[in-house]
């Protein structure tokens, strides 16, 4: 019998996404390794089939919780010295020993970057968003440590048309690019089925889902256009779900300006029955990012049936367009509270949104579907590792 195909992730080991990553491809027979800084906070249900290593230096920082200023001071430096720590702390012993077919790293900039120093081939990297649009920006070394990366790897996955073409032009081969949406999986549409409240019936909720740790999302905007929403809705209601470092500033700004009462922090959500009970009763779900590639909770909330309202960003307008949500402009906030205000006083245009959001998603945005695509690029890659060696 044919030994499993060995596939060893580099990303981050709290991450979801890297999770179901793992999860999904160990049921589907491989043998699968995540290498990260640190283990993860959550177990896998004693899988026998998917480890964990941890190949960090003590003392070394855990990823997410770097200092703001540092990397804002020195981003490309930190991550060579970053490297550096990981390298004498066993990273690359640990991937040597795990011996994988295939590397595959999730964000370009950092994982992305460790992998690609290791030599190990084939390569996979995935750009995430941020990793492509913002983080080259921030210093002449992460652009070219990027560049380099994406020069290196053997494969070049991407979650929405604008990363494509970023990573084309910062040197990836047209010939190893290969689009790969982290969609809407079978647990969270099973999960969605006794949790959904019909469109037209639901009350005014409006759900903004994202990391509390990052200004970029813009959860301050979404706050900021409640006055306006609720002197025209007064029985709106704002969830802030997700946590992070910037919920105490955004509490005080809620208190400020007068709307706390209406604004429930409700935290970080389980997955998928957590955030499915959220998304189930949202009327309208907000995702007002200055820069991003496909929210995956963006396509949840689809499925889910919540009318969108998205910042005018090409990852978001490839998917919400025309009457099927409201796109704004980044940081605006009177246009964000008009949509929002429109959208919940038009439950016969929420209702038919549903209709062909959801109906996108089967068609373009299903975990299944993408994920086999990316089985058959593993697949292809191991072979042709096998015909040259």
């Known amino acids: 019998m044919k030994p499993a195909l060995r596939i060893c992730l580099i990303g981050n080991a709290d991450s979801i996404h ?26 896998f249900g004693g899988n026998p089939s998917v480890h964990f290593v941890r190949a960090r230096e003590p003392g070394a920082r855990r990823a997410g919780t770097r200092s703001v200023a540092a990397m804002g001071r020195f981003p490309g430096m930190l991550r060579l010295v970053t490297a550096a720590r990981l390298r004498a702390g066993g990273f690359y012993r640990e991937l040597t020993r795990i011996n994988p077919d295939v590397v595959h790293a999730h964000y370009v900039s950092d994982y992305g970057f460790l992998a690609a120093l290791s030599g190990r081939r084939p390569l996979v990297v995935s750009a995430w968003g941020s990793d492509l ?29 604008q990363l494509g073409q970023v990573a084309l032009a910062m040197g990836a081969s047209p010939k190893r690019l290969l689009q790969v949406v982290l969609g809407v999986g079978p647990e969270m549409l099973a999960a969605l089925q006794n949790r959904t409240v ?18 970029l999302y813009n959860v301050d905007v979404v706050i900021r256009a409640m006055p306006e929403v609720l002197r025209r809705v007064p029985a709106a209601r704002l969830v802030v779900g997700g946590e992070g470092a910037l919920r105490g500033d955004l509490e005080e700004l ?11 922090f409700s935290g970080s959500a389980s997955w998928p029955d957590g955030l499915a009970e959220r998304l ?3 009327a309208v779900y907000v995702s007002v990012p200055s820069s991003d590639g ?15 309202v998205v910042s005018d960003l090409p990852g978001n307008r490839e998917w919400v367009s025309g009457e099927s949500g409201g796109v704004v402009p980044v940081r605006q906030v009177a246009p964000l509270a008009d949509a929002v205000v429109s959208a919940l006083g038009d439950p016969t245009r929420r209702s038919a949104a549903a209709t062909d959001n959801r109906s996108l998603i089967a068609r ?22 096998e015909e040259v060696v």
């Open 254 to 264: 809620a208190r400020s300006l007068g709307v706390a009462g209406a604004v429930e």
């Open 364 to 385: 373009r945005g299903l975990w299944d579907v993408n994920m086999t695509r990316m089985e058959n690029a593993y697949r292809s890659l191991a072979m042709a590792r």
């Open 280 to 282: 189930g009763k949202a």
């Open 133 to 161: 649009l913002t983080d080259p920006r921030l210093s002449v070394i992460t652009r070219r440590l990027v560049r380099w990366v994406l020069t290196r790897a053997d494969l070049v996955t991407y979650n929405a048309d």
């Open 198 to 215: 019909a469109p037209a019936d639901r009350e005014p909720i409006i759900l903004s889902q994202r990391s509390l740790d990052r200004r």
């Open 294 to 308: 496909t929210s995956v909770t963006l396509l949840e909330a689809m499925a889910a049936g919540a009318y969108p």
């Open 18 to 43: 890297v999770q179901r990553w793992a999860r999904h491809f160990s049921q589907r027979g491989f043998d699968v390794s995540l290498l990260s800084y640190y283990q993860p906070s959550v177990t």
